[in-house]
Every structure is written in structure tokens, then in C-alpha cells.
């Protein structure tokens, strides 16, 4: 995956960046927990914000960051072509029509590890956090919507070479807002880490 770095549009207080560790260190860092989503609402996570007030909203940002190429862009913030790399199932695309913008870990899946008892203020700066390259991710439609809001338990990247990366950006999120994982993920986070022993996950805690 091509990871550039996005400008910290939505400011978060943060800690110190913690050491980086190996993939299967950092799983054992994830705290273990049951996990519930009564209560949960999509609305409850505010997304696509333009937080810094330059028009470009969050969904913009990260279309114009991931495009390999110089994006095309109308009015006031509109990108309407550039190059992208759907690192889930290996497509490059043109056309930002056929990208979502996936949250790593899905709203609801948040919500259900932890999130819940977040503010809503903080709910809203997990949805739209550009202070992170892996948090959020363009993606084909379709891989997007496939994975919808499961975890790497039921789902993971159509292309077998992408799961690595996979495994490492979703523990990186985890463990930069503090979510809990629970057993079966926990356990496939396990075994997708015993075959990725070159990853190293590096991660800035919010506080």
C-alpha cells in the first residue's frame, strides 16, 4: 500500500508515539473484551467534516492524498479524477466514483469495541481522522462493501498479498484509539501474524 502522509487536518490530542513492535507483539497489546452494539447508530460517528475549513472535506482529503497522480479537482473541492490503488483487491482506478473511503475498522465495529462510551466529539474525530494514513483507506466499492462492518475474524482482503498490511494497519488502529478485540478476532489476528513477521506497527495513541 502506497501510505502518504496526510496532513493533520483534524487535530486530536495524542500522546507520545508509542515503539514500534512486530505484528505479533502488537496483537498481545490489544485488550481483550466482549463486544456489544446495542445502541449502536451510524449517525452517532459525524463523518466527512470539513474540519480545517478549506472546503475539502474529509472524503476529499483523502481522495487527493492517496492519488498517485495529480488530482483533478472543480469547484470548490470536488476531485473529479486522479489515480488510485485499491490495495484490498489490487484495482487501480481513475474515476473516484468507484472508491469509498473505508474506516480500517468500521464505525460499528468501533462502537462495539469501546466506542460507545466515547463523547460524541470523539466519536467524531475517530470518523474523520486524517492525523493517521492507516485510519481511513480509498478502496473499491465493492471490497468495501463486502467487508462492510466485519472484523478480520469473518473478513479480509480478496488478494492474499494484502493481507499482511491488512492485519497491520487494523492493529495500529486499534491500538492508537484504545479499542478492545474480542476472542475470535483476537485469535485470527493471532494466526494472520505468525505468516506477516516483517510487519512492524508503529501507531500514535489519542488520548
Known amino acids: 500500500m502506497n501510505h502518504q502522509a496526510l496532513l493533520p487536518l483534524f487535530t486530536a490530542a495524542s500522546a507520545q508515539a508509542a515503539e514500534p513492535l512486530s505484528l505479533a507483539d502488537a496483537v498481545q497489546q490489544l485488550p481483550l473484551a466482549d463486544e456489544s452494539r446495542e445502541g449502536y447508530e451510524r449517525t452517532s460517528f459525524k463523518h466527512w467534516v470539513d ?10 482529503e483523502v481522495l487527493i492524498a492517496e492519488s ?31 472508491l469509498d473511503i473505508d474506516h480500517m475498522v468500521p464505525l460499528a465495529e468501533a ?9 460524541a ?23 468495501n462493501r463486502s467487508k462492510s462492518d466485519q472484523d478480520p475474524a469473518t473478513w479480509l482482503p480478496p488478494l492474499a ?37 516483517q510487519e512492524t506497527v508503529e501507531y500514535e495513541p489519542v488520548a
Open 68 to 98: 498517485r497522480v495529480e488530482p483533478t479537482i472543480e469547484g470548490a473541492c470536488k476531485v473529479v479524477g486522479g489515480e488510485w490503488f485499491s490495495y484490498y483487491d489490487g484495482f487501480t482506478l481513475t474515476e473516484p466514483g468507484g
Open 161 to 197: 498479498d494484502a493481507r499482511c498490511t491488512y492485519a497491520t494497519d487494523w492493529v495500529s488502529t486499534k491500538l492508537r484509539w484504545g479499542l478492545n478485540v474480542d476472542q475470535p478476532e483476537a485469535d485470527a489476528l493471532v494466526e494472520l501474524a505468525e505468516g506477516c513477521g
Open 51 to 60: 474540519a480545517d475549513k478549506d472546503r475539502c472535506n474529509t472524503r476529499m
Open 121 to 143: 466529539d470523539r466519536r467524531e474525530a475517530y470518523a474523520n481522522d486524517l492525523d493517521a494514513d492507516r485510519s481511513l483507506v480509498a478502496v473499491t466499492a465493492r471490497s
Open 111 to 119: 462502537w462495539d469495541s469501546g466506542a460507545s462510551a466515547w463523547s
